[in-house]
Every structure is written in C-alpha cells, then in structure tokens.
C-alpha cells in the first residue's frame, strides 16, 4: 500500500471526533508510572531519496531466488508469475479493507472466489471447494478436524512423508481437543505403508508428491482408510503436480487440501500463501469457512451468494464447524487469475517442464556416483545422498548456488548426508550441471 501521510487537519478532525485533545490524552488511561518519557535514540530524519536509498541497500543484502540459481522447494516454490497477474489482481475494483461481511454487494468480489472453488475443483476432482484457508498447513489441519467430525472418530494416522512444519500445526491444532496423531512410516521406496490401520481411525493423511518428493499411492491409501470406515485425506504442499498427476478424487479420496503457492505468489519470505480444501459434496456442511454459490436475482440476472457459512459469526457458537477467517482474498484472487491465463493446457505444459527437468537432474546425479536413496517415482523433487555434503554446501553457496534442503534433523528418513533438490521452470539445464558438479566434486 502507498505511503498516505496525514495533515495537521485531519489528525485534529480525528481527535476531535473521540473527544481528545492531543494524541498524548489517548494514553491518560495509561498509568504515568508505566509510559515512559525517554527520549528514543533515533538517527536524524532522512529525506525520500534518501531513506529509499537506504532501505534499497538494506534489502540488498538479502538472499534470494533472484541472486542466483537455486533449487530450494520444500513447500514454496519459485515459479514464473506472468505480468497479468499483478496488472490484474492490483486494479481498484479488487481492493477491500477487510473481508466483505455484506458480500452481495460485492459482487466481482463473489465471482472470483466462485471461480477459485471451481479451479481446486478441477484439479483435484472434488466436488466442492471453499473460498481458501491461510496456508496449506492450516487447510491440513481443518481437513483433520473435519474427518473426525464426520466419523466421530480421535485417532488420525498421518505418513511420515507429511511435511514436518505441516506435521506440527497438525499438532497444535489436534493436542487440545483429543484427537491422537498416529504416525504412518515410509517403506524402502519412499512410500507411505498405510497398512494395517487401527479400527478406530478417522483420517489417513497422506502428502502427495510427500515431503521427500515421492509420488503417494493414493488409490492405496484411501482403500485403506476405507476398510476401516475411515476417510482419506490427500495434502498436496506442491499444487503444480495436480496437472500431470491424476487428481485424489479419482483416486477415492474423501478430502483433498494443499497449498496453492505455486499458482501466482510470490515466495515473499513464506507467505502470505493460500490454502484449499475441497471434499466430496456429502460432506459439504463439514466445509470449515465460507461457500460461495451461483445463483440468479429477482430479477433472473446470474448472481454469486454467500451458500454456506458455518462459522460462528453465521450460525451458533455450538454449531460452527470452525472459526477460521477464510478466505485469503488478494491471495486466492491471484491464484485464480494465474490458473485462468495460463489455463488447462498450459498448467499440463507446465507441469512437463517441472517433470522433465527434475528427471534430467536426477538422472544427472546417478551418473556422477551420487545415490538416490528412494526408488519411488517424483515430480520436480527428490532426495539425494551427498558424501561430504555440508563442505559442498559451503562452496556451492560461495558461487551464488543454494544447492537444497539439507535433511538432517528434519525426521527419520533424513540422514546427515540428504539433500533435498528442486528444480522449477526456473532453473536451466546448465545450471542443473553446474550443481550435479559441485555436489560430486
């Protein structure tokens, strides 16, 4: 948002208006002894040219994707934002202070989220999405929290392929209300085992593409959860994949939730992001947030109304399914614009070039003696074992190269020597060899 300076006038119209004399009389419910009159040890004022001279040289200091070639994924994803997104997402009619509580008003407003929950449904092949959650993590855990609603079930099993910071909001969202987090592990491929289960469990949560970049079975995992009258949660941190991949509601998924980051934000030091969530519709009054539906007014004209709304602003305390504040509007308007420009064929076409790229760097890696730790197929991830990995870190980045995830500490299957690579349309095959080079050096 632009700087908007206020004048001597209008701060007086604003005093004058709640009955304040000066800013200082604001603060008199402040105790004296507790407001300190300390002068504060600020350097002198500087003028516009140059305190954007400064701040430039301050963010110039800063690492990031644009500094050099980089292969850090993760969860957040450099992808290429065509211009339209900014040119588009940034006109005025698109501007709200807060969420549109009188949103029939706002019509335009209506029709993007109609067609952000349209576009989830399509890629993920449910039958009803919401208007966005704040991140995927967050969409995780309310898919979780719905599961157990509808099964009235505690136990939820999630793969150890799960991302491990998605894994801990999970925690922080379930420890309280008791529900018990059971924990899936990986076989030698890199897969989730999702056999057997334990009868009491309502939810199998399994990421696809997972943490380590393998591709999950999802059809297997939601006959297992369904064998035991369970529901079948699909998380995807990497919506990208939902192009190639067949969508989790072919493959009997029960809820399908994930991060859209990859469709037109910016990585902006990890958020804001958008989350989705989206489900089969016999479970649509489990929906945590806001639907909006199509509609026609009276006077037969097409018109977008707020359907369902089972937070507690709505409807009764007790009643309420969540009080989470969706949507991320600006954030879910982007994603939608990106999806529409670059449409069906061009997210496939995409999506090859994610594929094809991290196949040329993994194959790269085999042929330079590294090994690959999991068999399983990926899409533009995958795991990679590196001898002496933290002194050809070092030198990578002394050449302006962030080579990947280091994997120590981050949960079983990451051993000291593990580094996690991601390759985007972002990256060229020549700077995938100079990283082949350096990690076998």
Not at 189 to 197: E, H
């Amino acid at each position: 948002m632009s700087y908007v300076p206020h004048t001597p006038a209008e701060l007086g119209a604003m005093l004058s208006r709640v009955g304040a004399s000066s800013p200082d009389a604001l603060l008199e419910s402040v105790p004296a002894g507790l407001r300190s009159r300390a002068e504060l040890k600020l350097s002198p004022a500087l003028d516009e040219r140059n305190l954007l001279r400064h701040f430039g040289a301050r963010a110039a200091e800063n690492r990031t994707v644009e500094s050099g070639p980089s292969f850090l994924g993760a969860g957040a994803y450099h992808h290429f934002i065509p211009a339209a997104v900014d040119a588009l997402a940034s006109r005025g009619e698109f501007m709200t202070a807060y969420t549109p509580y009188q949103a029939e008003i706002s019509q335009g407003t209506l029709q993007m989220i109609f067609e952000f929950q349209t576009l989830i449904c399509q890629l993920t092949g449910m039958d009803v999405a919401n208007a966005s959650i704040y991140d995927g993590a967050s969409s995780l855990a309310e898919a979780a929290l719905m599961a157990a609603r509808v099964t009235r079930r505690t136990r939820i099993c999630v793969s150890a392929g799960l991302h491990p910071h998605w894994r801990e909001v999970l925690r922080t969202y379930t420890e309280g209300i008791g529900l018990t987090l059971s924990t899936l592990d990986l076989d030698e491929s890199g897969r989730t085992a999702t056999r057997p289960l334990p009868a009491d469990t309502a939810a199998v949560i399994v990421q696809s593409p997972n943490f380590f970049g393998c591709i999950e079975d999802l059809a297997e995992a939601s006959e297992a959860a369904h064998a035991v009258g369970a529901l079948a949660i699909a998380a995807s941190a990497e919506a990208l994949s939902l192009a190639l991949l067949r969508p989790p509601g072919e493959l009997g998924c029960d809820i399908a939730c994930g991060e859209a980051q990859s469709f037109g934000l910016p990585l902006s030091f990890g958020g804001p992001y958008a989350g989705f969530l989206a489900a089969r519709e016999k479970f649509v009054r489990q929906l945590p947030g806001r639907l909006i539906g199509e509609s026609v007014d009276s006077i037969g004209q097409r018109a977008f109304v707020m359907t369902l709304t089972t937070r507690e602003q709505h409807i009764r305390r007790e009643k309420a399914t969540s009080n989470i504040c969706t949507n991320q509007g600006l954030c879910a308007l982007r994603v939608a614009i990106w999806l529409a420009a670059v449409g069906k064929a061009g997210i496939r076409r995409l999506a090859g070039i994610n594929l094809s790229l991290s196949t040329y760097a993994r194959r790269a890696c085999a042929e330079a003696g590294l090994a690959l730790p999991f068999a399983a197929p990926v899409f533009n991830e995958f795991v990679v074992a590196v001898p002496d990995l933290p002194r050809k870190l070092d030198a990578l980045a002394a050449r302006g190269v962030q080579a990947g995830l280091p994997l120590a500490g981050r949960g079983a299957q990451a051993r000291g020597d593990r580094l996690l690579v991601c390759t985007t349309e972002m990256n060229t095959r020549a700077e995938i060899d100079a990283l082949v080079r350096g990690l076998a050096a």
